[in-house]
């Protein structure tokens, strides 16, 4: 009961150290490899012998972090009774996370995020549930089948409490998302490893996805968002004025919004930012800062999150602005 009266306070207010210190006394789970320890509660009890072993191979601080901040939110459905015990959908996803090693697992990892977020604080609308995964065929309660093309999945599938139907595709990371849809990073990343793939072969879900939104006629206004869990690392891979204008080409308007870790942009302001990132690159040379850096480099210490991006094309215009 203490665990419980620890946890439920610290969904509430976001103190840890109160759950951490009472689940201790009752026994938690340390990942093999992490060095912080989960206040699991009924996460414990219902997926610790999946957990542990996917926790054991996670090696990269930055995706053990991106864990916790996941299986936090999981043990906050769980004890604030938002997520059902035997949740299908929940158990569905735990479940996937045992099926891939530590580069693919941030796929399940980013959608049971995601779920956790619309059940905690998502804009659903009442008597109606959240499909995760979702194909023409597939019913979702309250939600009217999923239209169109048969190999259209669609990550998360909700109404909101306005009556929009929104289809969301969800990508861990920047980099996550530049590797599906961007073709140009691809073909530079693909090293001779297989054939690089155009823009029409990037660009199939995202018309798939556009071609769904068409079809909204006879019934509720329907809305395509993106949502990218984190922010980092290498946001400036998102960078490329191409995957907006191709977004666009395929039916997507650039009113579309796009959550990007904490921060809420558009297509539109995308390309913006895509184009103002892709002038300075072109410019380079004439900063001396930045005038010999990769671009690899240049996307990883230059434009690695939102804030820095921000920060730094802001800076070197100002720089190109008087220089010679």
Same mark, same amino acid.
């Given at each position: 009961t203490k665990v419980m009266r620890a946890l439920k306070i610290t969904s509430r207010v976001g103190d840890l150290a109160k759950a951490a210190g009472a689940a201790g006394k009752a026994g938690t789970l340390l990942a093999a490899s992490a060095p912080w320890f989960l206040p699991l509660g009924r996460v414990r009890s219902r997926f610790a012998t999946v957990l542990e072993p996917v926790l054991s191979r996670i090696t990269r601080p930055e995706l053990l972090s991106s864990a916790e901040r996941v299986l936090k939110n999981l043990e906050r459905a769980l004890s604030d009774g938002l997520l059902p015990e035997g949740d299908p959908t929940a158990e569905k996803l735990?479940?996937?996370?045992?099926?891939?090693?530590?580069?693919?697992?941030? $796929?399940?990892?980013?959608?049971? #995020?995601?779920?956790?977020?619309? @059940?905690?604080?998502? *804009?659903? +609308?009442?008597?109606? =549930? /959240? $499909?995760?995964?979702?194909?023409? #065929?597939?019913?979702?309660?309250? @939600?009217?089948?999923? *239209?169109? +093309?048969?190999?259209? =999945? /669609?990550?998360?599938?909700?109404?909101?409490?306005?009556?929009?139907?929104?289809?969301?595709?969800i990508k861990a990371s920047p980099?996550?998302?530049?590797?599906?849809?961007?073709?140009?990073?691809?073909?530079?990343?693909?090293?001779g490893r297989g054939a690089p793939r155009d823009w029409e072969d990037t660009m199939r879900q995202p018309k798939r996805y556009g071609d769904w939104a068409k079809l909204d006629a006879d019934g509720p206004p329907r809305e395509v968002r993106y949502v990218i869990m984190s922010d980092e690392p290498v946001f400036g891979e998102m960078l490329n004025p191409n995957i907006y204008l191709n977004l666009m080409e395929k039916g997507l308007p650039p009113s579309t919004p796009f959550t990007i870790g904490p921060h809420s942009m558009t297509l539109g302001d995308l390309l913006a930012l895509s184009t103002r990132r892709k002038a300075v690159e072109g410019a380079k040379a004439r900063i001396p800062e930045i005038a010999h850096m990769t671009p690899k480099d240049f996307n990883a210490q230059v434009f690695n999150n939102v804030e820095m991006t921000l920060k730094n094309l802001a800076r070197f215009e100002e720089a190109l602005a008087h220089a010679p």
């Open positions: 735990v479940r996937a996370l045992d099926q891939a090693n530590e580069r693919h697992m941030f $796929g399940p990892f980013a959608e049971l #995020g995601r779920y956790l977020q619309l @059940l905690i604080k998502g *804009d659903i +609308a009442p008597g109606t =549930e /959240i $499909g995760i995964g979702v194909r023409p #065929g597939d019913k979702v309660k309250g @939600l009217p089948d999923v *239209d169109g +093309a048969k190999e259209l =999945e /669609i990550d998360a599938y909700y109404k909101t409490r306005a009556g929009v139907l929104v289809a969301e595709e980099r996550a998302f530049a590797r599906k849809v961007d073709a140009e990073w691809n073909s530079e990343a693909s090293g």
